[in-house]
């Protein structure tokens, strides 16, 4: 397949604090292992991917949804012979950087900073959390991750104009990322899709027939499985169809970045680096399949009146908790104080936030926001 661009782990640019190597873990594996072990991860469980967990035990969380990307991207590597180990450890990673309440928690946090004529990314949040945040090591700062996992982070989902972002300049902003990070989006996009059409029809937000009038490709896979388990319950046949879908769209990605790369003529990673587009992409009917369940998504879960009135009680949690810690600093925990000495306050108190879980700005909400309320 294109084990001619997968990426070598002996040509790693290396960690930015010189290790010794392990003697039975590459770069990659050590990477993985190092993201596995940190708080940002574990914090991921009680973080909200689309339904909050009061609404289901069942829901995805940010944690489980990042088990099923990298179950993914770990699938796609193999059958094309990329760098498995590279694969895993970006998909790991790639969420790292998410707020407390999902997409709806980032933009209110960007919202807040571009008040100080700043801005939030959670990739580049989650960047700081692997260079800085994470104190788990004697030797260095951060996690000390190997440079295309660093990269990978950044780039596995958008381009960052280096005019814009002259502090990324290290990460060759003008060359795109290697193969295997380029996979990522679009193994998140496969997650998040199936992932958020279970839960929304579990959650009574969808039903299966709706869904078939909206996918024509899923009411074909709905049919064959009536076919396939006549005495099957209709909870099941949906499930037995989403599986099947699921496996359309990962072979999709598949075919898609195979014909991509045969017809790019890339000979090396090195190459993959210096093309015009990326070349992880959907075949065409993927592709549609694709668009088609995130418009579906988009119209009926995302904007459903069900979750906006949620969303609209944690949004201003978040914005109110961003405003309390800015005009009483003192509030913040001692190791963030220290930092406002040397770093601009909006920056610090939107670090604080980014990395709490859910129930833990509730609970500070509660703590500071509402009692103050009580006592005025």
């Known amino acids: 397949m294109l084990a001619h661009l997968s990426f070598p782990v002996a040509q790693s640019r290396g960690r930015r604090y010189r290790e010794k190597p392990h003697s039975y ?38 944690l489980t949804h990042t088990i099923e990307v990298s179950q993914i991207a770990r699938t796609v590597a193999l059958v094309l012979d990329l760098n498995e180990d590279l694969v895993e450890a970006l998909a790991l990673c790639h969420d790292l950087g998410h707020p407390p309440f999902g997409h709806a928690g980032e933009r209110v946090l960007d919202r807040e900073m571009r008040r100080y ?26 996690l000390n991750l ?7 982070i950044i780039k596995h989902s958008r381009d960052y104009d280096s005019m814009q972002f002259p502090e990324l300049n290290e990460y060759m902003l003008d ?19 199936i992932a958020d059409l279970d839960d929304a029809v579990d959650a009574e937000l969808l039903d299966p027939l709706s869904v078939c009038r909206e996918v024509p490709l899923f009411e074909r896979c709905m049919k064959e499985t009536r076919v396939r388990h006549p005495s099957a319950s209709d909870n099941l046949r949906f499930h037995e169809a989403l599986r099947a879908l699921l496996d359309i769209l990962v072979s999709g990605l598949i075919c898609g970045t195979h014909q991509a790369a045969e017809k790019s003529g890339a000979s090396n990673p090195n190459d993959v680096r210096q093309l015009e587009k990326r070349l992880a992409c959907f075949d065409e009917q993927s592709a549609t399949v694709s668009h088609q369940l995130k418009v579906l998504l988009t119209r009926e879960v995302y904007h459903s009146s069900k979750l906006e009135a949620a969303r609209a009680k944690t949004d201003r949690q978040v914005a109110e908790l961003f405003q309390w810690f800015m005009s009483q600093p003192d509030l913040l925990p ?12 909006h920056r610090v108190v939107c670090d604080y936030i980014a990395g709490m879980t859910d129930k833990f700005l509730l609970a500070k909400h509660s703590g500071i926001i509402e009692t103050s309320y009580e006592g005025d």
């Open 146 to 152: 190997s440079f295309e996992v660093r990269e990978g």
């Open 117 to 142: 004529g700043d801005g939030f990314d959670h990739n580049l949040h989650a960047l700081r959390i692997v260079e800085g945040f994470e104190q788990r090591y004697a030797a260095f700062p951060g």
């Open 25 to 62: 873990r590459n770069a990659y594996q050590r990477d993985r292992d190092r993201i596995i072990h940190s708080r940002a991860f574990r914090r991921l469980e009680h973080k909200t991917q689309v339904f909050t967990s009061p609404d289901s035990d069942h829901s995805r969380n940010r």
């Open 334 to 345: 001692d190791l963030y104080q220290e930092r406002t000495t040397g770093e601009l306050s």
């Open 175 to 193: 060359q795109l990322p290697t193969l295997e990070a380029q996979l990522i989006d679009l193994a998140d996009e496969i997650a998040y899709n």
